[in-house]
């Protein structure tokens, strides 16, 4: 399905939403793009703890608390010792039974989560947020360095909202909604991501990066390999004495896509009625 065609006159490109009025309407058109087989079977969270694990013997907190609607991570690190150069600690989204969740071409979502990272002490980067694993992992979320917002790595689509956009401390709110394209192989048009963002902090507003084509060959998520989301941070080159992490992730809300569609609608209207 064309995602410009489900959501007429939806935007590719940046453009910046402040208030309900604008979510009220990404929230409609994402839910109106398909239903997800994937998300629809989301039913846990399957926890890798030192995925990277260059500093075997830190002292490590790592706690996931699996809900659709207010799931939560914490992940506190410190005491690195000797190592090489990053630990990196994740959560996959999972089934019943406890197996990390395959997203294929077909699948759309809409997934929104509140980051914090509380202290980022004598490191070098603290890269931390949504997470995407085939052919590499990948990252939507933030890094501590430079205060940069973006998304990067696996298949998904780069974006980067700029550099200064996030300190240490501060309450940021993060979004992304898959849009699935017109067939996988079928050379119309991709699917999309659209990733948003709300400095909670510094009250940016929610910032989108507009519909964003996938260049992959397939045009979308390859449904022939595995493809896993979920949520956590990598830690690069911290002191082995006074490196300290203490990073939260909380209202992780994975909305069926029965609930989702009910919300965008009832969102529609509401918007409408405020013009």
């Known amino acids: 399905m064309d995602s410009a065609a489900c959501c ?3 935007q590719r490109g940046r453009i ?6 604008g979510i009220a309407v990404l929230v409609a058109c994402g839910m109106a793009c398909g239903a997800s087989a994937a998300i629809s079977n989301v039913a846990s969270y399957v926890d890798a703890p030192r995925t990277y694990n260059d500093f075997g013997g830190s002292n490590l907190v790592f706690q996931s608390n699996y809900s659709p609607s207010n799931g939560s ?4 690190e410190n005491n690195y010792g000797a190592g090489g150069f990053a630990n990196r600690h994740m959560t996959w989204l999972g089934d019943a039974g406890n197996n990390k969740e395959d997203f294929n071409y077909g699948d759309g979502w809409d997934i929104s989560m509140t980051m914090q990272v509380n202290a980022a002490d004598s490191v070098g980067q603290v890269e931390a947020g949504f997470q995407f694993d085939l052919f590499g992992f990948g990252l939507f979320g933030v890094l501590t360095g430079n205060g940069e917002i973006a998304a990067f790595g696996s298949v998904m689509p780069f974006f980067t909202f700029g550099t200064g956009l996030y300190n240490v401390g501060d309450e940021l709110m993060l979004r992304m909604i898959h849009r699935p394209g017109d067939g996988e192989n079928s050379g119309g048009a991709a699917s999309t991501m659209e ?3 709300n400095n909670l902090t510094t009250g940016s507003g929610w910032v989108s990066s507009g519909e964003i084509d996938f260049t992959t060959t397939e045009g979308g998520i390859p449904s022939s390999f595995n493809m896993y989301v979920g949520v956590g941070a990598q830690i690069n080159q911290p002191d082995p004495t006074l490196g300290n992490v203490d990073i939260s992730f909380s209202n992780i809300a994975i909305p069926a ?3 989702l569609a009910l919300m965008g609608l009832g969102g529609l209207v509401a918007t409408r009625r405020r013009r």
């Open 8 to 10: 007429p006159g939806s």
């Open 257 to 259: 896509p029965a609930s």
């Open 16 to 21: 910046k939403m402040n208030g309900s009025k």
């Open 195 to 197: 990733y948003m963002y």
């Open 73 to 76: 991570l914490i992940i506190q």
